[in-house]
C-alpha cells in the first residue's frame, strides 16, 4: 500500500466530522471519494494534507508513522492538493505560479524568470497540458486556472495527487480534458483521489469508489462492482428517481432583453446585440463556455453592471436605469454563480446572510426598523424547509459546507416568490440529493407560472430543465433550441464557436 | 469631596525643626503648567518655587498638563484638594485659570505667570518681551555691521504671541539700520530642530547675516546652522551664549525664576491682586551683555561701542524715554509702514 | 415565571458581560505589572502609586465625575468612528470632521444674534451639518476618484488643524486680557450646558453622549440600515448584490460619523471650554483616543463605552498620580499605552479559549472511552 | 530669484527628504506583504534617541548607526509581535507604539542623564558630511549636493536594491507573494507568517535609519519628539508611490520639496496656511493618480 489513513477522526467542537475513517490507496491507482455535502470529504484530505490536525488516527506512507504538521511536510512527502479555491497568485503570470516553491535561480539569489517559463513549457508537454507560461493568471478562464494548479503539484514532483470537487468550476470541455488528464497521470503512475459530486465522472475515471455519510465511511468498492444507482443510493440512503417534467403552457414574457450591448475596456463589446426573452411558466436555459458573457449577462440584468445600449424589460417595464434595490422589488431574483462573492458574507450569521434582499419585507422590518422576531422564524424556517444542515441561526455563514451554504442561498432567492428567478449555476458543489431537491424546487416554480432563467455550466442540467435553450458564445446568442431540439452534439458545436450543426467544410 | 495628596509624593521643602517661624508652614501652593521638560522658561520657574517654598516653608506641587484640556482638570482637582495658591505658569494657563478663578473665588489665591486674564481675583504677571526683542535687534544690527541688511528670525508659530518678540527686533534692528529688510519664518512645532535648521540655512541663503531664534525646541538646530553656516544667532529665555559655539551672539532673557521668587515674596507680604507688567525696569527682561552679565566671553563682533549703545537703550527703556510698552497690533503696524 | 424569566437573563447577560470584559480585565492586570516595572524603575511603590491612580480616577466621586467628563468626547469620537468603520470606511479622521464641526458650531454660536438657547441648538445643527459636510469631502474622492480613505481623511485631519488655527490666530481672535491664548471669545453663559454636578464639572454632553450610545445599539440591531452598513462593511459586493445602495450607505455612514464627531467636539466647547481653543482636539487626541477605544471593543456600542471612561480614567488617574506623587507624566503615558497594547492583543483570551477547548474535548474523549 | 538660493532650496529639499524617504520605504515595504504599519513614528524616533545616547557615550559614529538601525528594528519586532503574530488591530498598535516611545525617550532622558526636553552637547559626533571632489566644483550641481551625509545617498541605493530584491530576486518574489495571497503561499511551504515579522522588522531599522539621519545627519541632538509627524508623511509618501520603491522615491522628493516650498511662501502666506500645503497636496496627487488609473480602466461603473 502506498496511502494508508487509519481511524482517523475529526471534532469541531462536538461535531464529528470524520468518525473513524479508513482510507488507503494503491500506487496508480485513482480513488474517488464521494458522500453528500457535510459529510467530511474535504475535511479528510485536509487530514492528508497537513491543513487539519486529526484529532485521533494515522497516517502511513509505505508502511511508515507520518506526522503532518504542516502542507509543506505532507508536499515532503509527495503529496499534493488541488485544492477547491484555488490557492494561486493572480497578479502573477502562470510560470511564477507554477515554479512557486522551487524557483529556478541566476547567481543563486535572481529569479531566473526566462528558465521558469522554460521549465513550464516542458512540464507541459511531458504531460500533455498546453498552456502559454506569460500569461497572468487572473486573465485565465478557470479551467486554465485548475490547470496550473494540477501544473504545480507535478512540478512539486507529488506521487500522490488530490483533486477536491475538481470539476464543480469547470464547462464539460474542460472537465472531459481534466478526466483525461487524470487517467494519462494514473497511467503515469501518479495515484489520485478525487471528491466529486459527479457520478458520472466517478464511473469514467475511478478505479475504486469510497463512499461517506455523516463522517463515516459507510463502503468501499471496485468501481466494477457497482453502478450510478447503487452509490447514489448509498450517498443520500434512499432512489434518485428520474423524473418526468411536464410540458407547460407559456403566458405572456417576463424577461425581454432587447439588443443589449455591453462594451468593455477595449474595442470588442462583452455582449453584443444580445436578445433574449424568458416567458412566464418556463425555464429557459442559458448554455456556453463560461466567461463568454453569461457573469455579465445577468449583472446586467440585476443592475450590478451598468449597460451600455439595447433594453431590458420585465414584466414589459424597463428597468434600465433602476438600481440593484428597484429591480429586486419588479421582480427579479437572483441565485449567484459565486456563492462566496456575491452570495453571503463568510463573517455574517445565517440570520444575516438569509434575510439579504428579504430584508424590507413587511415580515422582516417596517419602517426601516427590523423585526427580530420575525427574522427569526424567517431564517429557521427556511433553514427548515430547505434542509439546510447548521449549527444554529448565529452560526456564522463561512462555517457552513459549500453545499449547505447553496441551498441555503436558493432558499433565500426562491423565497423572494418573484415572477422573474435567475438561477445561475444553481447546483454548484452539492450533493445529487441537494441537486434533486433544488432542482424540483426550481420545477415548482416554473408550475406557478414564473419565469427562470437558468445558466448553467452543466449541459445535463439545462437540457434536462429547460424548455427552450439560448446557446451563448463571444457574447452573442449563437443559435436557440426548443428541448426536444437539442442535442449535445448541436449545442456542443456552437458552444465552441461552431458555424452550425453541420460539420464543417474542410 | 476633597482629598488630600498623600504624603508619600508630596515635595516638601520644609524643613521639619524649625518650621514654626516660617510664614509659609502648613501652606500647600501648586504650579500648573506644560510639561516642563521641554522649556526652560518652565523649569526656571519650577526652581524658583522650589527655592521660594525653602524660604517660606510652604508645601508645593507642580501639576504638567499632558493636553490642554489637563490644566483645567489640574486646577480644579487642586481646589478640589485644597490648595491655598495656584498659580498658571504660561499663557496655555490662562483660560483655564481665569474659569476656576471666577467660579471658585473664594477657595483659593490665584496668580498667573506670563499672560493676562479678565479675572479680578488672578494677580497676574505678564512681560514686555518687546523690550528684550528691541535690545536683541539692536545688538543684531551692530553685530552685522551693515555686512547684509536682511535679517532673519526664527519662531515657533506666527500670531499674536510671537508678535511681540518679531516687533522690538524690528524696531530694534531698524533703530541702527534703517535699510534693514526681514525674512520670518515659523517652524510649526515646539519641537523640530531639524525643520528650524534648515529654515535658518535658507534665510541665511537669502543674505541674512544675522537670524534671531525664539523656536523653543527648535533651537538648537538654529544654532547648529549658525556654528555651521558662519551666521549670528541669539537665544531666548535664558543665557544661552556658549563659549563652544561663537555665533551665538546673545540672549533674551525674560527670567521666569525671579519673576516667580519676586512672585511669592509680594504673596507672603500680602498682595493685592492688580496686575503688572515686567520688563526691563522689573529686570526679568533684558538681554545678555546688555542687562544680564554672563560668564561666557563676548563675540568680537560687539565691540564695547555696541554694547554701549544698547546699555544706552536700555535705560532709556528703564526711565521710559524709549517708551516700547503701547505697541501697535500686527496689522495697525504694516497698515502704518504702507 | 416572568421573575425567574427575568433573571434568567439577567444572569445570562451577566454572564455575557463577562465573557466580553475577561479579556481586556486579564490585559488590564497585565499591563499593570509592566507599568509596576516602570515605577520600581524609577524607584517608587507600585502599590501606593496604583492606588492613588484609581483613586483618583474612578473610586472616589469626585474625579470619577472629572473622568466622565473627559470620557464624554471620547465615547461620541468612538462612535463616530464605529459607524463608519462598522460599513468598512476606515475613516481616521474623526479629529477633523470634530475640528470644523465644533469650529463651526462655535462660530455660529458666537456670531449668529437671537436668544441663547434657539441659538444653541441652531449652533449644534450647523457644528453637525459642517462635520458631516467634512466627512463627506473624504467620501467623494474615495468614490469619485478612489483616492485611500485611509489617507485621504488622515490629510484632512491635518488640514483642518491648521486652518482653524488661522482664523483662531488671526479673524477670530479673542481680545480679552492680552490675547496671547489662540482662541475665540467666550461663548454667552446662556449657551452653556447645564452641568449634572454642581462642584463638577460634568456637563449635559455626557447624556448627549449616553443618547448617542443608544442610538447607536439602536441603529447597529434594530435598523435595516444598519444591517445593511454591516453587511457592506463584511462583503460589499454581496451587500451590492441584495440592493443595498452603496453609494448611500457610504455617504450616510461618512455623513453620521462626522456629525456624530461634531457633536464630540461642540459638547466639549458648549459644557467644558466655552470657546474654541486652538489645537483643543488635537493635543488632548480625544479622536484618536476613541478609535482605540472603538478597537479595543470590537465596534461593540456599548463595549466602546464603557472602554472610552476606561482610558479616560487612565489619563485622569495619570495626571493625578504626577500632581500628589510627582511621578513623571511619561510614565504615567507608559502605563497607559502598556494596557492598551496588551487589551488591544487578543492572545491572552485566545490561550484561555484554547486550554478551555482541549479540556473539554479531553473530557468528552474521556466520558466515551 | 537666484540660482545659488535655487541650489540652497533644492539642497534643503534633499536633505529633508532622506528621513522620509527612509521611513516611506519601511512603509512601503510593509503594505507589500499586507500589514499596515503606522508604528513608524515611533521606530524612527527611538532611533533618534538611542542613536544620540550611543554617540554621547562612545563618539562612535558607526556605533551610534547601529544603534539607532537595531533600536528602530527592536520597536519594529513588537509591532510585528502584536500586530502579525497576536493579530491586534493595527491602528491600536501604531497608535499606542508612538504614544509610548515618545513617552519613553523622554523618561530615558531624564532617567540616563537628568536631561529635560533635549540633549545637546558639543562632544556628539555628527555623520561626516560628503562633498564629492569633482562635483563640488561644478557650481549649481555642487550647491545642490554639497552636505549631505552618507545615509542621504544610502537612501536612494536602499530604494533600488530593495526595487531589485522585491521584483528580481526568487525571495523577493516570495515576499511579494505572500502580500498578493497569503494563504497561498503559505500553502506551499512559504513561511509567510515569518516573512511578515522579518519585513516589519526590516521597516523598523529603515525607519531606524530614518532617524539616524534626523538626530545625527540634518542635525546633532536630541530633542523631545523631533520626528515631528515625519512618520505620517512618509506614511502618505508610500501611499502616494503605490508602496512601491522607485515611485516612493518621488513622492518622497515631492513631499520634501512641498516642505521648502512652503517655508518659501511664508514670507507672501500666513504660515498657518501654508503648512496645510503637503497635505492639500497630497490628496490633490492621489485625486490625480485615481483619476488616471480610473480613465484608463474607462470600463464599469460602482
Ligand atoms: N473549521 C470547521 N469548523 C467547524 N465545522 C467544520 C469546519 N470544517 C468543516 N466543518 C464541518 O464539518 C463537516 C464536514 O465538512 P466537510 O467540508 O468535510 O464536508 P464535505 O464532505 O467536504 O462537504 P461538501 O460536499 O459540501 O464539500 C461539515 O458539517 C462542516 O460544517
Ligand atoms: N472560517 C471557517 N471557519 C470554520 N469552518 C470553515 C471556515 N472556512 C471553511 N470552513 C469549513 O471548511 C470546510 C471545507 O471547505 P472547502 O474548501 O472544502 O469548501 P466546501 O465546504 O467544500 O465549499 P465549496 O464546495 O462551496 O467550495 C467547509 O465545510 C467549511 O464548513
Ligand atoms: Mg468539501
Ligand atoms: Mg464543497
Known sequence: MLLEMKHITKEYGTLRANDDVDLSLREGEILAVVGENGAGKSTLMKILYGLEKPTEGDIYINGELQKFRSPHDAMAKKIGMVQQHFMLLQPCTVAENIVYGHEPKKSGIFFDRKRAAAITKELCEKYGLSIDPSLIVSNCPVGLQQRVEILKVLYQDASIIIFDEPSAVLTPQEVGELLKTIKKLASMGKSIIIITHKLSEVMEVADRVMVMRQGKRIKEMAKSETSIEELSFLMVGRHIVERKIPPQETTGTVLDVQDLVLSGSDKKNILDHFSIHVDAGEIVGIAGVSGNGQSELIECITGLTQITSGDILICGKTIVGKTVGERRTAGCACIPEDRYLWGCAKQATLTETSIMAHQREPAISRYGILNTKGIQKFTSGLLERYDVRSGGLSQKTGELSGGNLQKMIVAREIELNSNLLIAAEPTRGVDIGAMEFIHSRLLDKRAKGDAVLLISSELTEIMTLSDRIYVIYDGKVAGEFRKQDATEESLGILMMGGESNEPKAV | GSAKPADTGSESAAPAASSEALPGVGMKIALVCDKVGTQVFLLQMVNGLKEAAAKYGFEYTVAECADSAAFEDNMRALVAENYNLIIGGGWQAGDAINKVATEFPDACDYALIDSEVEAENVKCVSYREQEGAYLIGMLAALTTDGESHVYGAVHVNEGPGSWKWRYGYMEGVLSQDPEATFVFNYVGSYSDPAKAKELAIQQYEQGCVFINSAAAGGDSGTFEAAKEKGFYTSGQDVDLTDPANPYIVTSQIKDTYATMTNLLDLYFSGWNTDDEVWGVKEGTIGAVYVTHDSQNPISDRLTEADIAIAKQAADDIRTGKLDLTNMPTEEEYFASKG | MSQKLSNRRITSGLHSAWNTMRQPLIATILGLLVGAVVILACGKNPLSVYAEMFDKSFLKSYYLFSTLTRATPIILCAMATAIAWRAGYINIGVEGQMIIGAFAATVSALFIPGSPILIAIISFIIGMVAGALYALLPAVLTWKFRVSMVICTLMLDYVASYITSYFVTYPLKDVSGDGLALQTAQLDPGMWLPRLTPKNTLHFGFIIAILVVVFMVFITKKTVFGYESKMSGFNPSFARYGGTKQVKVMMITMALSGAIASLAGTVEIFGLKYRYADSMFTSTSYAWTGLMAALIANLNPVGMFFVSIFLAGLQIGGSAIQRSLGIPLEISTIIQCCITLFVSVKLVFNFIKKRKAKSTAAEKGGEKA | ?302
Request: charged residues 10%; contains cysteine; positive net charge.
Open chain 4, 1 to 302: 530669484m537666484n540660482w545659488e538660493y535655487i541650489a540652497s532650496i533644492v539642497n534643503s529639499t534633499l536633505r529633508m527628504t532622506t528621513p522620509i524617504l527612509l521611513a516611506a520605504l519601511g512603509s512601503a515595504i510593509c503594505s507589500k506583504v499586507g500589514v499596515f504599519n503606522i508604528a513608524l513614528e515611533a521606530q524612527m524616533l527611538i532611533a533618534t534617541f538611542f542613536s544620540i545616547v550611543v554617540n554621547y557615550f562612545t563618539r562612535n559614529v558607526y556605533l551610534s548607526v547601529l544603534a539607532g538601525i537595531f533600536s528602530g528594528a527592536l520597536i519594529g519586532y513588537i509591532v510585528a509581535v502584536l500586530q502579525v503574530k497576536y493579530r491586534a488591530a493595527d491602528m491600536v498598535i501604531g497608535t499606542s507604539m508612538n504614544l509610548l516611545v515618545s513617552g519613553a525617550t523622554s523618561f530615558l532622558l531624564y532617567l540616563i542623564f537628568g536631561l529635560r526636553g533635549k540633549l545637546v552637547d558639543s562632544s556628539l559626533v555628527s555623520l561626516p558630511k560628503i562633498n564629492l571632489p569633482l562635483i563640488r566644483d561644478i557650481p549649481f550641481l555642487g550647491r545642490m549636493l554639497e552636505n549631505l551625509t552618507i545615509i542621504d545617498y544610502l537612501a536612494y541605493v536602499i530604494a533600488i536594491l530593495m526595487f531589485i530584491y522585491l521584483y528580481k530576486t526568487v525571495s523577493g518574489f516570495r515576499t511579494l507573494s505572500v502580500g498578493i495571497n497569503k494563504e497561498a503561499s503559505e500553502s506551499l511551504g512559504t513561511k509567510a507568517l515569518r516573512i511578515q515579522m522579518s519585513v516589519v522588522t526590516l521597516s523598523g531599522a529603515l525607519c531606524g535609519l530614518g532617524g539616524v539621519v534626523l538626530s545625527m545627519g540634518q542635525v546633532t541632538m536630541f530633542t523631545e519628539n523631533m520626528t515631528s509627524g515625519r512618520g505620517f508623511i512618509a506614511m502618505a509618501a508610500a501611499s502616494l508611490g503605490v508602496s512601491h520603491p522607485l515611485l516612493t522615491i518621488v513622492s518622497s522628493l515631492f513631499f520634501g520639496l512641498c516642505q521648502s516650498i512652503g517655508s518659501a511662501l511664508q514670507n507672501v502666506i500666513k504660515s498657518q496656511l501654508t503648512m496645510t500645503l503637503p497635505y492639500i497636496a497630497t490628496i490633490l496627487a492621489l485625486m490625480l493618480s485615481g483619476w488616471r488609473s480610473l480613465k484608463s480602466k474607462n470600463g464599469r461603473s460602482i
